[in-house]
């Protein structure tokens, strides 16, 4: 079992930054982690992901803006959000997936809210 805890959400001018970051209990180098965001009356959906090779992908509206990253150990995960947009409000959840089980954790999410 893995525990994911997010941070570093807040309220922030358009044009502005922010960094998350999501604490795992443990190493997650046996899968992929990634951020999701919901908006309110929307589904969930994907915003970056970045595998056990450092390989990552962003979605299309967030491309450019968002870079994701996680340290050495491969603990913590971050997304460094620069130039954020109204449309960016939303609560962030940090997702892992394990590669050889498909176990699938999710954090408690952090709440990002961008004023126009």
């Known amino acids: 079992q893995v525990q994911l805890v997010e941070s570093g959400g807040g309220l922030v001018q358009a044009g502005g930054s922010l960094r998350l970051s999501c604490a795992a209990s443990g190493s997650t180098a046996s899968g992929t982690v990634g951020w999701y965001r919901q908006a309110p009356g929307k589904q969930r959906e994907l915003v970056a992901t970045?595998?056990?090779?450092?390989?990552?992908y962003y979605a299309a509206a967030v491309r450019g803006r968002f870079t994701i990253s996680r340290d050495v150990a491969q603990i913590t995960i971050y997304l460094q959000m620069n130039n954020l947009k109204p449309e960016d409000t939303a609560v962030y959840y940090c997702?892992?997936?394990?590669?050889?089980?498909?176990?699938?954790?999710w954090g408690q999410g952090t709440q990002v809210t961008v004023s126009s």
């Open positions: 997702n892992y997936r394990r590669t050889d089980t498909s176990a699938n954790y």
């Open positions: 970045i595998n056990s090779r450092a390989y990552t």
